[in-house]
């Protein structure tokens, strides 16, 4: 794959949904097994991510971008504005395990706090399962504050952490 700095990010289209919810679906069989029980994993298939994605695409307060390489997906960036909040949403970022530990995360991560800021947002918040393997990625990244609440799906209750971050550095 190129270097970081030349990977471009694109919109995402109906087209890519299929795609990025496989990679969604995937990341989340591999990253969160440990921490949901089996019964609410299988609920998250690549029907439910291909539904999700296609909503976020088409919601106005939404942004999907993603990264290609070969025409295969291999990055995912969500966010999303919330009106008038001043904080937006860092919904959903995901790189396939092949391309992760290159800095494609930290861009995916420093373009979604140029496009919040630039859309007069002055923090990003980002919602995961506290002790997912991703908690350390997040914590490195100059983190405001941690947020607790709990993730709920169906009947199970998980607990979730949220890493707030400013964007007046931006």
Known sequence: MSSVETIALTNATIEDASAIAHMIA???????????????????????????????????????QITKHN????????????????????FGLYVHPQYQRQGLGRLLFENAK?????AGKSEMLVWTFEGAKNNDFYRR???????HRPIVIADGHYAGIGFLYSLSDV
Not at 31 to 60: G, N, V
Not at 78 to 83: A, D, L, P
Request: some cysteine; hydrophobic content about 40%.
């Open 71 to 90: 025409d295969e997906v291999v990055a995912y960036l969500c966010i999303r504005y919330h009106g008038d909040d001043d904080t937006g949403e860092l």
């Open 141 to 147: 990244l100059s983190v405001k504050q941690e947020r």
């Open 26 to 64: 995937t990341a989340w069989q591999q990253d969160f097994a440990e921490l949901l029980s089996a019964q609410h994993l299988a609920m998250f298939t690549p029907q439910w991510f291909y539904q999700r994605t296609l909503a976020d695409i088409e919601q106005s307060d939404t942004q999907v």
């Open 114 to 118: 140029v496009n919040l800021h630039s």
